[in-house]
Antibody, heavy 116, light 107 residues
Framework: EVQLVESGGGLVQPGGSLRLSCAAS????????MSWVRQAAERGLEWVSI???????YYLDSVKGRFTISRDNSRNTVYLQMNSLRAEDTAVYYC??????????WGQGTLVTVSS | EIVLTQSPATLSLSPGERATLSCRAS??????LAWYQQKPGQAPGLLIY???NRATGIPARFSGSGSGTDFTLTISSLEPEDFAVYYC?????????FGQGTKLEIK
């Protein structure tokens, strides 16, 4: 069964850091494209970052230079390192598998709250 | 960035009725549009891809149409489990963007 399980969310102060993890099962993350998508109440769903099977990475403009997507093939896990967090980064963060034309598998989400 | 505008924001209907949801793109995206359904506490689930193709396991009462800038998701006869929030997603150009959602509620 194809499954994604996120972890690592929590409460962090503005300017702080968090690392989100997305553990995959039933498929190999290095053979596909993996994204992080976030959902904040005020802004709806928003694509954040993607890592291609070849290793190329892309980011939403507002997180460039602050967030880094990566993967550990041995753990079959994708990560999102988030630094210099802002209040507007508060959201539920989902990892999702991109199958060339659509997201076909999503995790359950992990909540990130940036607040003092 | 391509902006997707969904309408209406909220649609109040009864089971058995027909639902028509709209998604309009700020520029032409061909057929590069997908529709997702999201229920409370759950991640979005794929309904339609490439504007009109039903995903695996999706009932025939769901259909998608349109191309260019105007797209429609139609639910022919609402079942109780269809009341949820629906989002469109374009993949024609980066960054991918979602519509703001249409909440389908029971009247």
């Amino acid at each position: 069964e194809v499954q994604l399980v996120e972890s690592g969310g929590g409460l962090v102060q503005p300017g702080g850091s968090l690392r989100l993890s997305c553990a995959a099962s039933g498929f190999t993350v290095s053979s596909t494209y993996m994204s992080w998508v976030r959902q904040a109440a005020e802004r709806g769903l928003e694509w954040v970052s993607i890592i291609y099977s070849g290793g190329d990475t892309y980011y939403l403009d507002s997180v460039k230079g602050r967030f880094t997507i990566s993967r550990d093939n041995s753990r079959n896990t994708v990560y999102l390192q988030m630094n210099s967090l802002r209040a507007e980064d508060t959201a539920v963060y989902y990892c999702a598998r991109w199958e060339s034309r659509f997201y076909d598998c999503w995790g359950q989400g992990t909540l990130v709250t940036v607040s003092s | 960035e391509i902006v997707l505008t969904q309408s209406p924001a909220t649609l109040s209907l009864s089971p058995g009725e027909r639902a028509t949801l709209s998604c309009r793109a700020s520029q032409s995206i061909g057929s590069s549009l997908a529709w997702y359904q999201q229920k409370p506490g759950q991640a979005p689930g794929l309904l339609i891809y490439d504007a009109s193709n039903r995903a695996t396991g999706i009932p025939a009462r769901f259909s998608g149409s349109g191309s260019g800038t105007d797209f429609t998701l139609t639910i022919s006869s609402l079942e109780p489990e269809d009341f949820a929030v629906y989002y469109c997603l374009q993949r024609n150009s980066w960054p991918q963007t979602f519509g703001q959602g249409t909440k389908l509620e029971i009247k």
